[in-house]
């Protein structure tokens, strides 16, 4: 078994709450520095910087996962992972769909800067990635699955967005097969008072919207093969 140092949760300079510095290249070179092996970019409703990270990732040698931090109608954050980025894309152009009229004001909210592979800026979104979309979260989830991903609540340790502080609980009609925790130190409290989390999953991802957010080797997985991931988290304990 080999032991691989992961953070699956990371937004870049698209999402408008990341510092501008959070570009791919960026981003895969301070995975790098810390000790880090496979890593996940997860901007808020969007995918769009998947592709460059990609690259970046790459050469480095790191292992990349396409990734999105949907925000459902009940403004639950879940996290959505795809063992392809041609599934994260297509993903993507059907959560646009259910995009809400809100614009966004960078001054207010900040810049949402589309990279190319080697860190320039080649775009901007128009549209407010980090409001809520359409999308309840039954539908969220069965949009995730229909495209092959792994989709499960984030940050369950947080009141912001957090699925136990939205509903009480995690309801057992969504069949969630792994939870994100944000701090480690919180996931025996919450496996003792939630019997939810009893039988799932737990990873510990940083939410990293600046450089020095991005978890340390400490976090970690053991796998023959990095491949094994999307399994691991597919099954329950």
Same mark, same amino acid.
Not at 37 to 46: C, Q, S, W
Not at 47 to 63: E, Q, S, T, V
Not at 159 to 171: H, K, M, V, Y
């Given at each position: 078994?080999?032991?691989?140092?992961?953070?699956?949760?990371?937004?870049?300079?698209?999402?408008?709450?990341?510092?501008?510095? +959070?570009?791919?290249?960026?981003?895969?070179? +301070?995975?790098?520095?810390?000790? *880090?092996?496979?890593?996940? $970019?997860?901007?808020?409703?969007?995918?769009?910087? &998947?592709?460059?990270?990609?690259?970046? &990732?790459?050469?480095?040698? *790191?292992?990349?996962?396409? #990734?999105?931090?949907?925000?459902?109608?009940? =403004?639950?954050? $879940?996290? &959505?992972?795809?063992?392809?980025?041609?599934?994260? @894309?297509?993903?993507?152009?059907?959560?646009?769909?259910?995009?809400?009229?809100?614009?966004? !004001?960078?001054?207010?909210?900040?810049?949402? @800067?589309?990279? /190319?592979?080697?860190?320039?800026?080649? #775009?901007?979104?128009? +549209?407010?990635?980090?409001?809520?979309?359409? $999308? =309840?979260?039954?539908?969220?989830?069965?949009?995730? !699955?229909?495209?092959?991903?792994?989709?499960?609540?984030?940050?369950?340790?947080?009141?912001?967005?957090?699925?136990?502080?939205?509903?009480?609980?995690?309801?057992?009609?969504?069949?969630?097969?792994?939870?994100?925790?944000?701090?480690?130190?919180?996931?025996?409290?919450? !496996?003792?008072?939630?019997?939810? %989390?009893?039988?799932?999953?737990?990873?510990?991802?940083? /939410?990293?919207?600046?450089?020095? =957010?991005?978890?340390?080797?400490?976090?970690?997985?053991? +796998?023959?093969?990095?491949?094994?991931?999307?399994?691991? %988290?597919?099954?329950?304990?």
């Amino acid at each position: 078994m080999n032991r691989y140092f992961y953070d699956l949760h990371i937004h870049s300079c698209l999402s408008p709450c990341a510092d501008n510095d +959070m570009t791919p290249g960026n981003i895969a070179g +301070m995975a790098a520095i810390k000790g *880090l092996k496979i890593v996940a $970019l997860t901007d808020h409703n969007t995918c769009r910087n &998947c592709r460059p990270f990609f690259a970046a &990732c790459r050469r480095l040698g *790191l292992i990349p996962i396409a #990734g999105m931090e949907l925000t459902t109608a009940e =403004d639950i954050h $879940l996290v &959505c992972l795809f063992d392809t980025l041609d599934a994260a @894309l297509d993903f993507d152009a059907e959560v646009r769909k259910h995009f809400l009229n809100v614009k966004n !004001r960078p001054d207010l909210f900040g810049e949402q @800067l589309i990279t /190319d592979e080697n860190d320039v800026v080649i #775009g901007k979104e128009d +549209m407010l990635l980090s409001a809520a979309t359409s $999308l =309840d979260i039954g539908s969220a989830v069965s949009l995730v !699955r229909s495209h092959g991903g792994i989709v499960y609540p984030a940050h369950v340790d947080r009141e912001a967005n957090g699925i136990i502080s939205i509903l009480g609980d995690i309801p057992p009609d969504y069949n969630f097969s792994a939870a994100e925790f944000n701090i480690a130190a919180n996931i025996e409290p919450y !496996r003792k008072k939630y019997p939810s %989390l009893q039988s799932i999953n737990t990873v510990c991802s940083s /939410d990293a919207h600046y450089l020095w =957010d991005i978890n340390e080797a400490g976090p970690s997985l053991e +796998m023959d093969d990095p491949n094994q991931l999307f399994n691991i %988290l597919y099954n329950k304990n």
